[in-house]
């Protein structure tokens, strides 16, 4: 059956639809058109009989209406749809290259660990681009399943290839080609009357320079202004004057407290520092080890100038003026007094972050970084302190949730973000070593949560190939929150503190804890139950070789 484009009335074999005035141009005359006579009204046909309608279709007798206008009408709405696929797509662009520079995409990314780009340019999020397909998570978006048993066996393929196998340790001479300015700066011996690891440095400058002028923590922080306008007034009245030179003592930490994140540490720093023998840096947490010597501020903003070891040396100049006074005393000249100023300092990135050392140090161990944080430290202060302050790590990775993320937080949020961050290591797992993926840079950044900061036991047995045992205390915030008096003791002791008066050590014990769960974060409550079964199940291997290694049980979390 055929059909008029202009009337829709069908179009009958014995071509009956002539009688229509639109299909025979602008010469039909309905005047004389029998059809048009009577009120324009025509009649439908089918099947070549006339039939009586109910209603008749009006029809307009506008003489002039011809086919131009029925071209032009059609051709404006396929203008019409082209524009708007057009903008369509000019829209669905703009989303793909912003939220792949910002990780917001919706669709998970290829990922391939290990082999990482050289260009420093490309940080974070922006250099998964360039990673293998056939390292793409499953088909099946783990992220919204919250089925147990299906993520249960993610775990037990991450838990079947767990190795804890010891790192090489690099030798010094290696270190130093990587690192030849920092060499050149700290010198491999320290004041011998003093505790705290310092030496004087011959200082070049006359009264019109400022020595802080190009410090990067003053430069890219305003925040830290006001500690260096302090400094640069008191600058001439520190140093010491030998033989028509000028010299300026510098010092390095002689404790660190390293780790981890939401475990306490602040809470730590805050009461530590109340004791009268202690002093830390400027700042609490100056990152300079894991991140500004290699001029990252946020890496996911790329990188800036490297800060050199001078800045960070800076930092400690408020304690090393106080170690000075006491160096140059009566007391310490007449009797050889020893200072037993201690200085510390708390970056908590210090235990865990390497995620540099793709972008600066050649990979030639299988996706593992050959040169750690703690090869540096070691090799300048062979005696330093350590503290490491650990918490149930299922409750540490809910704290860190709470605290970074910053926005739609849920308990249903945090659970699909901790699936797809199971599901990301277990592809890293099925190809690299424990280490390589515990130190992968693009894995770490891939992940919504950060799954390898509870992987406790994988650092602490990197820190102990290069410091003794005995050099390093590890804590626990359970313990710490419960009897805040005996986890501040057992750190006195550690670092060899002299004895406190009742009302000091009243003051380190008893003052209120720092840096809790805020308020709109309580509102939220516990994660999940099926959460937390998960995440007891990923960390309980990791933490029975940390109890192991530590020989104390506590840190098995079973009652927490």
Known sequence: MRYCINCCIHLLPNDLHRQCFRCRGPNHNNQKCPVCKEESKIPLYTDSKQMKLLAVLEVRTDHNESWNGVFCLRKGKLCSLIFGLIIMTLVMASYILTGAKHGLLLIPSPFHYGAFTSNPSLMDN?????????????????????????????????????????????????????????????????????????WYEEYRGNTTTDPYATNSYALYSKRFRTIFDYLRKVFWNHLYHYKDKHYRLRCLPHFYIIGQPKCGTTDLYDRLRLHPDVRFSAIKEPHWWTRKRFGIIRLRDGFHDRYPVEDYLDLFDLAAHQIQGVLQSEAAKEHGKMNNIVIGEASASTMWDNNAWIFFYDNSTEGEPPFLIQDFIHAFQPDAKLIIMLRDPVERLYSDYLYFASANKSVEDFHEKVAESLQLFENCMLDYSLRACVYNNTLNNAMPVRLQVGLYVVYLLDWLTVFNKDQILVLRLEDHASNVKYTMHMVFQ??????????????????????????????????LPTTKAILRDFYRPFNTKLAQVLFDDAFLWKRT
């Open 126 to 198: 922006e250099s998964l681009s360039d990673m293998k397909d056939h390292y793409q998570p499953s088909k099946m978006n783990i992220s919204y399943v919250k089925d147990y048993p299906s993520i249960k066996l993610i775990i037990d393929t991450i838990t079947s290839k767990i190795e804890f196998i010891m790192r090489q340790r690099p030798d010094s001479e290696e270190l130093r080609k990587q690192e030849p300015h920092m060499f050149s700066v700290i010198p491999n011996k320290f004041l011998p009357n003093s505790k705290n690891p310092c």
């Open 494 to 527: 550690f670092l060899d503190l002299g004895p406190l008066s009742e009302k000091q050590e009243a003051l380190i014990t008893k003052s209120p804890a720092s840096n809790t769960r805020r308020p709109e974060d309580r509102s939220l409550g516990p994660m």
